[in-house]
């Protein structure tokens, strides 16, 4: 059993669904579980939607979801042939699920709300893909994973009940092998005891593999991607950027920590914890080796570069001069926590606290007024937060030349500094 994961990039045109399943008719003689994200941009799309509706401006999501309605049934029909009715049957179905949401009047959290919108993304995406796999000889089962994923209903982050799923993944999933090969279903959501959908967060269509991978004790998980695999900096901004053929969990764990668009750490937990290899691979071009993600340590790493714009520092004083101690360091994690903010960097004096955070529209302002009930707060904005893993002085400088270090800390293997 394989596990593969196919994000957004690798399904936003007609040509990319066509090559997807070019990849996956080189292992027809696998048993393979596939994940799919929703389209392109649609769960930006759908978030609009919410958002519309949410603040009772319901002629307006209900012309932004016709526009998601079009572009799906574009494709369909771009795809399809002899599945083409099968597939719009079940489409409107889904249509018909979140239109019916969005004539009534919004009466709970925005949070709810997002998740019974944005599931559809997935829902419309897998329909069209796998109805195209099927025409294509690729015989495949689509399974809706809101009848297996079981969560609790912290929306938008939802939790996955193990037991329960476990259960439903053996007697609803292992039974479609009986008569394919191949179970297509959705990344990033799944249902609660209620039936009412919701998201897993962050990442979560790379957690839904990984979950899936646990649970049926896959050989491997293969993430496919539109790069050549994990590279030590985006190549968008070092042109001289390089694959890195190998990483171990934990490398990857830290890499994900400073804010590398990698694999989320929650992710790769289950894999950890059973000893599942993890592949990157480009889907563009499914020769190239990509990167292994395993339980060895990898010596001779190359630097490894993250940048965060849009950072701020709040630089916190003791009111009565008093030693910044444990008293007022639970403060602050406590505000941080209150607040819904991760520190990125934090800097501890005598009588002096340093924290970075993401500069985020609203939420930094109320920060900084919680934390002048406890201290004496200034804030600087418009910063960036170099990080380099496996850094060499050579490369810290060149990356700082001409910049204004504002802060900056570092340990035998990583350094980061704060720069403007």
Request: negative net charge; charged residues 20%.
């Amino acid at each position: 059993m394989k596990v593969f994961k196919f994000g957004g990039a690798s399904v936003n045109s007609v040509e990319r669904i066509q090559q997807l399943a070019s990849v996956l008719s080189l292992y027809t003689n696998d048993q393979l579980l596939v994940v799919i994200s929703a389209m392109g941009k649609t769960t930006n799309a759908l978030e609009k939607v919410a958002e519309a509706f949410y603040h009772d401006r319901k002629e307006e999501a209900l012309q932004l979801f016709a526009q998601v309605k079009r572009q799906h049934l574009t494709t369909a029909k771009y795809l399809l042939i002899t599945h083409y009715n099968q597939a719009l049957e079940q489409l409107t179905q889904l249509f018909t699920e979140v239109e019916w949401a969005l004539h009534d009047k919004p009466v709970r959290d925005f949070d709810y709300y997002y998740d019974q919108i944005v599931c559809l993304g997935e829902l419309l995406s897998t329909t069209i893909i796998s109805a195209y796999l099927n025409e294509q000889k690729l015989l495949n089962a689509w399974i809706d994973i809101r009848d297996v994923f079981r969560t609790d209903d912290n929306f938008r982050d939802a939790g996955i009940d193990w037991n329960i799923t476990s259960l439903h993944v053996k007697e609803k999933i292992l039974p479609q092998y009986q008569n394919v090969n191949m179970v297509v279903t959705q990344g990033f959501i799944g249902a609660t005891d209620e039936n009412e959908s919701t998201t897993l967060g962050r990442e979560g269509s790379d957690y839904t593999a990984a979950i899936f991978a646990a649970v049926l004790q896959a050989e491997s998980v293969t993430i496919w991607k539109d790069v050549e695999g994990v590279m030590n900096a985006d190549p968008k901004t070092f042109p001289s950027a390089q694959v890195i053929s190998e990483l171990s969990y934990d490398e990857i764990i830290e890499m994900a920590y400073y804010g590398a668009q990698v694999i989320h750490p929650k992710t790769i937990k289950p894999l950890q914890n059973n000893n599942i290899p993890l592949y990157v691979k480009c889907f563009l071009n499914a020769s190239l080796p990509g990167t292994l993600i395993h339980n060895k340590s990898i010596k001779n790493l190359p630097p490894v570069i993250v940048l965060k714009s849009g950072q701020v520092l709040l630089h916190l004083h003791s009111k009565d001069f008093s030693f910044m101690g444990e008293k007022e360091m639970s403060g602050l994690y406590h505000l941080l926590k209150e607040n819904k903010t991760v520190a990125n960097l934090v800097q501890t004096g005598a009588v002096r606290l340093m924290v970075c955070t993401d500069d985020k529209e609203g939420r930094t302002d109320q920060l900084a007024a919680l934390a002048s009930e406890l201290f004496d707060v200034q804030v600087e904005k418009g910063l960036t937060l170099l990080t380099i893993r496996h850094y060499t002085p050579e490369v810290f400088a060149e990356l700082t030349v001409g910049k204004l270090i504002v802060l900056q800390q570092q340990s035998p293997e990583t350094i980061q500094a704060l720069i403007r």
